[in-house]
């Protein structure tokens, strides 16, 4: 048995004469829809498989398809003689144009056994002329095959060779898929021993070292891996020392490393090959030419061998030295390479005479996470799910590593200035260092026109709607120190079409199916008043008392108990509640920040309910039956009112459940007795940011502080959701429609696994899907009127979920920068973006 090696994503070129066994070999040896055939082709364009006039097109359209193939990452063959050097550049063009590497497997039968065949198959119009110009041709090119650019190349020279042979598919290099850490990812050492090791025990590993007092390897006690992301050597006080001690890390397997520009180079000059010495490679070949030539062929080899990009944690985690865009993920070519060690440029340069390099992050967009180094900045930061980590150790900055998957940024100091950057360091030194923490400017809000955000990017504000929050920050929010996040608004489901509806499940499941979710789930949504709960064990973190429970704010940051004493009073029996749940043991905090809605809508909504929706009820109940008693009045007479009689009798009607509709949401409270807190997520405590795990394990906890005071919180009613189960979306249907009828404002639908990014973006956080009787009191009595609904269904919600996405980015934003220990003016940047959002011009009945 012979076997064929083929990378699992790669462009399989058969290589043959007419009536070598090709389709035979491809049927047998591959999967259905996995070959493309040439004949088949021929056919599909032209009815005729043996046309030759249809070539052309035929091979137009067998491209297309392999190079859509190819893009989504699909092993593709290719069944034609490929015998012309022609034929197989342009396949070897083909595979180069997706980043995969193209493999020929050659059948070079004996040419009597092809021309057998051919001659005996009726549907052949040509002969053995055709056979042996071909087998010259195959013959004539076999050896040069490589230089053509075939990264793999198998010949099976006879029948017996090619019935044995089996096909092997093997991973690429770079597919580390089945690692899934933790790691600790460290950004560009360049020769900085000493703050290597200190950053290594800070992080927790143990330094081990030879005979000679020289560290030369570290282990974590938890088994954790250093994930080196290059740039190792060049420009700092030991290079040589740095490669000792992660080339044994990577050698023991403590460590993981991709190559950088600097260890690219740095292999070439040791290999003797001609390279300009410079930009910190002269004092690399300095230190190393006082060790031992041993040492250097290990480095050279070392520095040779590592690959340009890993993909690790099923996908979720891509690291390269310079970064990489999501089409590249997974590829091998030599610009993915190039790519990956030294990133991409405009063409122009710099005062400094530097190459400016694109900015590949600012339109990243893809569900993995990508961590990279190589361009120093001053400190790390999130952009669209990308991070650098290279903040200039060796230039007098930092050095630092990201705990992954944990998403907590680590960080020493440099111990000094070792080589002066080309490019002043300086001058993207975060002034930061020099102001207090806890000092808000306004320019900061008024003059940050992008707020950088980990999952979507730089989100931008606009100043005018930015004015508008700074005056209700500035006059009625609460302390700035204690205002963590304000949730995001909630779209919508698109208009439903049902004859008296005007939202409706179905809508709100194809907007996640065309956003690729599947798995959701359905929450009660309660009718109340939306709430973000900071409840504390040592109020110490906040600048406040030790004894200092928290407080309770609205989704505009305004606290939410006029009466400081009722608020006192909940934070003291929500803090039971967590101590008796045991949440501040089990997850290791002070403090924990709930979101959810505080009952009853009454409680808040009083006066709007008394100005507004009573007095609309009040006016009805009074004008409408004497209205329909004169109208009847005016039919027993016999006048022709019975249009206007109907009409007004179904206006009545409405008018009653209108009234039904805002009675059933009042309910008399005294102080915090009567009043209700249903928590839907636990978005943070100082263990870290929960706001993007399942919603499942939110409620799961959510229900134990209800076992813990079934008083103060209330349990949320919920439904697992699978799209792709009929019976399931009908349940759902069947439950919504039940709460509804029942009194229920309605059900959110989330994505079941929280925050959700894929290859079509970031999920929506929610969707609410409102009940008939519940949307009266947004939308009037006689919204049901058909007339009525025809207007309101001409509706774009595309706004309202353009909003909603950018400030869900936006709360993620606050939350980390709050967790990660940032100064209070970043924290408050996304804060304040988010109210900022919120006085864009949308429909406030959406």
């Not at 000493?194 to 025990?201: A, D, G, I, N, P």
């Not at 080899?301 to 970064?323: K, M, N, Q």
């Not at 400017?441 to 999952?455: K, M, Q």
């Amino acid at each position: 048995m012979t076997e064929l090696t083929v990378p699992a994503t790669s462009l399989v070129v058969l290589v043959g004469v007419s009536g070598s066994g090709k389709s035979t070999f491809a049927r047998t040896k591959f999967g259905a829809w996995e070959t493309l055939s040439s004949d088949a082709f021929r056919g599909l364009v032209s009815n005729d498989e043996n046309s030759q006039s249809a070539t052309g097109d035929a091979f137009d359209a067998l491209r297309y398809i392999a190079a859509t193939r190819l893009r989504n990452g699909l092993l593709t063959v290719i069944d034609a003689t490929n015998v012309q050097p022609a034929a197989r550049k342009s396949m070897v063009a083909l595979a180069k144009e997706h980043d995969v590497l193209p493999v020929a497997i050659v059948l070079d039968v004996p040419e009597r056994v092809a021309v057998e065949r051919t001659e005996a198959r009726a549907d052949r119009g040509f002969g053995a002329d055709v056979i042996r110009r071909q087998a010259k041709q195959l013959r004539s090119g076999l050896s040069s095959l490589r230089r053509e650019g075939f990264r793999t190349v198998h010949v099976l020279r006879d029948q017996a060779e090619i019935d044995a042979a089996t096909i092997v598919r093997t991973r690429l290099l770079n597919d580390r898929t089945d690692e899934h850490g933790p790691f600790d990812v460290i950004g560009d050492v360049h020769g900085c021993r000493s703050e290597l090791e200190t950053l290594l025990e800070r992080l927790g590993y143990d330094l081990r070292r030879d005979a000679q007092g020289r560290p030369v390897d570290a282990v974590h006690p938890e088994g954790r891996r250093a994930l080196f992301l290059g740039d190792l050597v060049d420009r700092g006080p030991d290079t040589p020392g740095v490669l000792r001690l992660a080339m044994g890390m990577v050698g023991a397997g403590h460590a993981i490393a991709v190559p950088g520009n600097h260890e690219d180079k740095l292999a070439r000059a040791l290999r003797g090959d001609k390279v300009t010495v410079a930009n910190g490679l002269e004092v690399s070949l300095a230190q190393l030419a006082a060790e031992t030539p041993e040492f250097r062929d290990e480095v050279q080899t070392f520095c040779r061998e590592l690959v340009s990009h890993l993909v690790l944690d099923d996908g979720r985690l891509v690291v390269a030295h310079a970064g990489l865009p999501e089409h590249y993920h997974g590829r091998a070519s030599g610009r993915v390479r190039a790519f990956a060690l030294y990133g991409d440029v405009t063409g122009e340069k710099d005062e400094y005479g530097l190459p400016v390099r694109l900015d590949w992050a600012r339109d990243y967009r893809g569900a993995a996470t990508v961590l990279y180094g190589h361009t120093p900045v001053p400190r790390a930061e999130w952009v669209n799910n990308t991070m650098c980590l290279d903040t200039g150790c060796v230039f007098g900055g930092a050095l630092t590593a990201l705990r992954y998957p944990e998403n907590e940024v680590v960080s020493v100091p440099a111990e000094q200035l070792w080589s002066e950057p080309a490019r002043p360091f300086a001058l993207a030194v975060d002034t930061s260092a020099e102001r207090e923490d806890d000092v808000l400017r306004i320019e900061d809000v008024l003059e940050t026109p992008i707020v950088e955000t980990r999952t979507s990017g730089g989100i931008r504000l606009r100043p005018e709607f930015a004015l508008g929050a700074l005056e209700t920050m500035s006059r009625w929010a609460v302390d700035p120190r204690w205002l963590l996040y304000l949730p995001p608004t909630m779209s919508p489901p698109a208009p439903s079409s049902r004859p008296g509806m005007l939202e409706h499940p179905d809508e709100a499941f194809e907007a996640y199916r065309k956003s690729g979710v599947t798995r959701l789930i359905a929450e009660e949504k309660h009718m109340g008043s939306r709430a973000v709960a900071l409840v504390t064990r040592d109020g110490s973190r906040f600048g406040a008392e030790a004894e200092w429970r928290g407080i309770v704010h609205t989704r505009t940051g305004r606290r939410f108990f006029p009466s400081r004493d009722d608020e006192a009073r909940f934070l003291s029996r929500l803090h039971d509640a967590v101590s008796r749940a045991g949440l501040w043991d089990e997850l290791t905090t002070d403090w924990l920040l709930l979101d959810g809605e505080i009952l009853p809508w009454s409680l808040k909504a009083g006066a709007l309910i008394r100005e507004q929706y009573a007095a609309v009820g009040a006016a009805a109940a009074s004008a409408l039956p004497a209205a329909v008693a004169t109208l009847e009045q005016a039919a027993a007479r016999g006048l022709d009112v019975a249009s206007v009689l109907e009409r007004t009798r179904r206006r009545e009607a409405d008018a009653a459940l209108y009234t039904d509709a805002y009675r059933r949401y009042v309910q008399r409270t005294d102080g915090i007795d009567g009043v209700q807190l249903a928590p839907f997520q636990v978005l943070a405590g100082e263990g870290g940011v929960y706001a993007e795990r399942e919603h499942a394990w939110h409620l799961a906890l959510a229900d134990r502080l209800v076992e813990a005071d079934p008083a103060l919180v209330r349990a949320t009613q919920r439904m697992d959701i699978d799209l792709d189960d009929s019976d399931s979306v009908a349940a759902a249907v069947d439950w919504w429609t039940t709460l509804t009828d029942a009194g229920g404002e309605g059900m959110v639908v989330k994505p079941a696994a929280g925050l959700v990014r894929n290859e079509r973006g970031l999920a929506q956080p929610g969707i609410k899907v409102r009940g008939r009787e519940y949307l009266r009191i947004i939308y009037g009595p006689d919204y049901t009127e058909e007339s009525s609904l025809e207007r309101l269904r001409d509706r774009n919600v595309g706004h309202k979920r353009s909003m909603a996405l950018r400030e869900y980015a936006l709360g993620l934003e606050s939350l980390h920068r709050f967790v990660e220990g940032d100064p209070l003016w970043r924290v408050h940047e996304a804060v304040f973006a988010v109210l900022a959002m919120e006085s864009e011009p949308v429909d406030p009945r959406l």
